[in-house]
Structures are given as C-alpha cells and as structure tokens.
C-alpha cells in the first residue's frame, strides 16, 4: 500500500521547482532550495587583504570557514544599505560551501516549470546568460532564476577552496 501523505502536504513533482525568493535592491530572484544548505543573519565578516570586489571575506559557522561574496557585485546590481533584513544564503557549490549577501529573502514557493521562460536577452544580456535559469512567472511578478553553480568561474573556485582551506588552518 502506498505511504500517505498528512492533509495539505503537496508532494514535489517533476514539474515544478521549489525557490527560495530573495532581493537585491528592488529586483526579486530565485534559486533552487536543494542548492541552499541555509540562510543566516548577517554576522561578523572578516575582511580578506587585497581580495577582489565580489569577495566579502571569510565567516566562521559552526567551526567550518566559509566564504561569503557580495553577490550584488558579481552582478553588476546595486543592493540596499546593509539592515536587518540582510540575510547571507549559505550554498554548495560543487565541492566549496559558499556565503551570498542578499538584501533579503522573503519566502520559499513551488512554481510549476511550466511557468518558466527563457530569460529575454535584455536581461542576459544585461546580468550575464551564464548565471540565468530563466524566468519565472507568479500572478504579477516575475522573478529572475538563478544558478548559483554557475555565479563562479572555476579559477574563482579554486581560489575559495584554497582560501577556505588556508583559514582553517590559521584557525
């Protein structure tokens, strides 16, 4: 007999895509829940000497160094000022546990497939195709759905990893 499921639960098909939806400065976006291991409150982030601009710095969560990047600036976008809204969305990212800053994230919703559309080529052209899933329409709102597996170019990878791995060590 088939195992049932609690009243009001929805199982995840096939066809839809559960989305953590967050902000940066009056633009919403998406990403894959399965990539998000967790969102935090920003905490105290220490600075990286003559790192690149994206590069926030490093947090300690748990004991484990992770990484955390601005990802308003790996964008191109302009974010809001920093406030208690601020979230840092922890993800993995191919064999690296990575922080983004975001101005926030506001809720997790399922969306069919069937309401994802290729992204426009003013927005890819204007963000980047590299990082865009597509598009994603909700009533009256669209979100811009990203991949997160793709924000990082390899040698951007290596060097986290290496980061990761040198501060822990100092740790």
Do not use: C, W
Request: glycine share 8%; hydrophobic share 45%; aromatic share 2%.
């Amino acid at each position: 007999m088939p195992e049932q499921q609690p009243p009001g639960e929805k199982t995840i098909s096939g066809d839809e895509l559960q989305l953590v939806v967050f902000k940066i400065g009056s633009e919403e976006f998406g990403v894959e829940i399965m990539n998000v291991q967790e969102i935090i409150r920003m905490i105290n982030i220490t600075k990286i000497p003559q790192a690149s601009s994206h590069l926030r710095g490093i947090i300690n969560l748990r004991g484990k160094i992770i990484v955390v990047i601005n990802l308003d600036v790996v964008m191109g976008m302009k974010s809001r000022e920093q406030d208690d809204n601020t979230r840092i969305i922890v993800v993995d990212i191919g064999e690296n546990i990575v922080g983004f800053i975001v101005d926030s994230v506001s809720e997790v919703i399922r969306l069919p497939k069937n309401n994802v559309e290729p992204a426009p080529g003013v927005i890819a052209n204007k963000i980047g195709t590299e990082y865009i899933h597509g598009v994603g329409k909700i009533k009256d709102r669209l979100l811009i759905l990203l991949d997160l597996n793709r924000m990082l170019s390899v040698n951007e990878l290596q060097n986290l990893n290496s980061i990761s791995s040198e501060a822990a060590t100092v740790a």
